[in-house]
């Protein structure tokens, strides 16, 4: 086989970093055990990352464009939404939808600090979801469906609550809530958000 011809194994690292981090954590997670749980030799990483920061910023950077391709991809399922409620249906259908495919990496980017390793990147990265979630916020502020209040500290709010659901279904995640239950989380942190009648 010729070298042209081998498989990248990036996607591989990033798999088993990924799994690692939220089993782990980063910062108790070494880089042997992630040429372990890939299956390669640790050189083969260096190969591919140089360090255990690039890895890190690699895995970051990669589960969170996925992240932002499904809420972008929910929030425009069906044209545009007819009000703050339906657009909130949609982005908490985009995190469900994401939690429950890539459990390991919502816990990753979710549960963790990454303060330790973010590159300027990874970081723009973050503040693009950051900033699309304000500007629901403040669309909805502006339209007297959403409270009052710091859209950041609203943000923080909503992402906690979603967070902290899927923390205590670990380890099955979203998978082992009925609808039911499903539905009636996503109404209980709407109630977080929005402005109450009168």
């Known amino acids: 086989m010729t070298p042209s011809n081998k498989p990248d194994l990036a996607p591989r690292l990033l798999d088993a970093a990924i799994a690692l981090f939220a089993e782990r954590t980063y910062e108790g997670t070494q880089m042997p055990a992630v040429a372990q749980r890939a299956g390669v030799g640790v050189g083969s990483i260096y190969r591919y990352f140089p360090s255990k920061e690039a890895l890190g910023n690699a895995a970051f950077q990669h589960a969170k464009r996925a992240l932002l391709d499904r809420l ?7 044209g545009p939404a007819a009000d703050a409620r339906e657009e909130f249906g949609r982005f908490w259908r985009g995190f469900t939808r994401y939690a429950s495919d890539h459990l390991d990496a919502f816990v990753f980017l979710e549960h963790q600090q990454h303060d330790t390793f973010l590159a300027p990147e990874s970081q723009a990265l973050a503040a693009q979801i950051d900033a699309l979630a304000q500007d629901f916020i403040e669309r909805g502020q502006r339209a007297g469906e959403i409270r009052a209040g710091d859209p950041e500290q609203l943000v923080a ?3 906690g609550a979603f967070t902290g659901l899927l923390k205590q279904q670990r380890p099955a995640g979203l998978a082992q809530l009925s609808p039911e239950a499903l539905a009636q989380a996503e109404e209980a942190v709407w109630d977080l958000l929005h402005r109450k009648a009168g």
């Open 72 to 78: 972008a991809e929910t929030v425009a399922e069906g």
């Open 157 to 159: 709010m909503a992402t």
